[in-house]
């Protein structure tokens, strides 16, 4: 009887250790959002300086789009990110994809300017469904910030729903942000030319089928993908309003392309690494953990000649 009453004064007292450094990381949130959160859920807390509301609309057809879009109506409280300007490096041509990840030390201080810290719950919005905003929501937890979810719906669905809009630029005070790395969640290209025909991983193409495939590529100079790689088109993620499907519908949806394998043998890419953030949420979302991001994608593989691609379906 006494071991039995001192397990469970020991499990309270981890209990009560946990709760406390929860709220002291957390104060405004029950428990901090990691995937997605409502519309309804978001408006609940406009008001919590904790909460850090960004902005992610972007246009690779017009660069200064979203940040129009932005200036013209936003979310409340929201900052802007700019994909080429806060979430990218500057591109060299032949070396590098066309979205390579800012410098750490960098990145680190924008997210300083816009507010966060380890106290912070992040909220990133688009209005592509989240193709946009997840780069942003993988950014963050690669470097150990867990607290930050995509708004399920962006834009699009906080707009029909008649909530509170502003106008301008919106900035907030400064905080410290402390990168903690998690280098385990991205692989490079020599792990992608290890891994891609290895049947314990699987990688997976985010892009639409037709780029996958090679019949068409509007933005990048060779066409068709990484062989071995498996088509899996993020907007298959959505349905028809533009919101996510349910964890057990984007469970039934990987099944059949993961099998049983460990998240950590799942491998996404894409164009430039942005939409396989997609592919990455969604797996998540399932409850099937954290895959990796090739975040250099197809533009970075095709830098060098010398690596093969694949036409048509695998």
Same mark, same amino acid.
């Given at each position: 009887?006494?071991?039995?009453?001192?397990?469970?004064?020991?499990?309270?007292?981890?209990?009560?250790?946990?709760?406390?450094?929860?709220?002291? %990381?957390?104060?405004?949130?029950?428990?901090? &959002?990691?995937?997605?959160?409502?519309?309804?859920?978001?408006?609940?807390?406009? *008001?919590? @300086?904790?909460?850090?509301?960004?902005?992610?609309?972007?246009?690779?057809?017009?660069?200064?789009?979203?940040?129009?879009? &932005?200036?013209?109506?936003? $979310? @409340?409280?929201?900052?802007?990110?700019?994909?080429?300007?806060?979430?990218?490096? @500057?591109?060299?041509?032949?070396?590098?994809?066309?979205?390579?990840?800012?410098?750490?030390?960098?990145?680190?201080?924008?997210?300083?300017?816009?507010?966060? =810290?380890?106290?912070?719950?992040? $909220?990133?919005?688009?209005?592509?469904?989240?193709?946009?905003?997840?780069?942003?929501?993988?950014?963050?937890?690669?470097?150990?910030?867990?607290?930050?979810?995509?708004?399920?719906?962006?834009?699009?669905?906080?707009?029909?729903?008649?909530?509170?809009?502003?106008?301008?630029?919106?900035?907030?005070?400064?905080?410290?942000?402390?990168?903690?790395?998690?280098?385990?969640?991205?692989? *490079?290209?020599? =792990?992608?030319?290890? $891994?891609?025909? *290895?049947?314990?991983?699987?990688?997976?193409?985010? +892009?639409?089928?037709? +780029? &996958?495939?090679?019949?068409?590529?509007?933005?990048?100079?060779?066409?068709?993908?990484? @062989?071995?790689?498996?088509?899996?088109?993020?907007?298959?993620?959505?349905?028809?309003?533009?919101?996510?499907?349910?964890?057990?519908?984007? +469970?039934? %949806?990987?099944?059949?392309?993961?099998?049983?394998?460990?998240?950590?043998?799942?491998?996404?890419?894409?164009?430039?690494?942005?939409?396989?953030?997609?592919?990455?949420?969604?797996?998540?979302?399932?409850?099937?953990?954290?895959?990796?991001? &090739?975040?250099?994608?197809?533009?970075?593989? $095709?830098?060098?000649?010398? %690596?093969?691609?694949?036409?048509?379906?695998?």
């Amino acid at each position: 009887m006494n071991g039995e009453n001192g397990s469970f004064l020991s499990n309270r007292i981890i209990l009560f250790k946990y709760s406390t450094l929860h709220r002291a %990381r957390f104060p405004s949130a029950a428990m901090p &959002y990691t995937t997605l959160l409502s519309v309804d859920q978001l408006r609940a807390h406009l *008001d919590d @300086p904790d909460w850090v509301i960004i902005d992610c609309r972007f246009s690779l057809d017009d660069t200064e789009r979203g940040r129009a879009a &932005y200036l013209s109506a936003h $979310i @409340p409280g929201a900052v802007y990110a700019h994909l080429d300007q806060d979430l990218s490096a @500057p591109v060299f041509p032949g070396r590098t994809g066309r979205h390579p990840l800012p410098v750490l030390n960098a990145f680190a201080q924008t997210l300083s300017d816009w507010g966060v =810290d380890a106290c912070c719950q992040v $909220i990133c919005y688009d209005d592509m469904g989240g193709g946009l905003a997840g780069r942003l929501w993988w950014m963050l937890r690669s470097l150990g910030h867990d607290a930050v979810a995509v708004l399920d719906g962006g834009w699009p669905a906080w707009d029909r729903s008649g909530a509170p809009r502003r106008s301008g630029t919106e900035t907030r005070r400064t905080r410290v942000f402390a990168p903690h790395p998690r280098p385990e969640l991205q692989v *490079d290209a020599t =792990d992608v030319a290890r $891994i891609r025909l *290895d049947p314990s991983y699987r990688l997976l193409d985010a +892009r639409a089928a037709e +780029r &996958y495939r090679g019949e068409v590529e509007p933005i990048d100079p060779v066409a068709g993908h990484i @062989p071995g790689a498996t088509s899996a088109p993020f907007s298959e993620n959505l349905d028809a309003t533009g919101r996510f499907l349910s964890p057990e519908a984007l +469970r039934a %949806r990987f099944h059949p392309l993961l099998g049983d394998l460990p998240a950590d043998h799942i491998v996404c890419y894409c164009g430039s690494g942005v939409t396989a953030a997609h592919n990455l949420l969604a797996i998540a979302h399932a409850g099937l953990g954290n895959a990796r991001l &090739y975040a250099g994608s197809w533009s970075d593989w $095709i830098t060098d000649p010398s %690596r093969p691609v694949a036409l048509g379906s695998e």
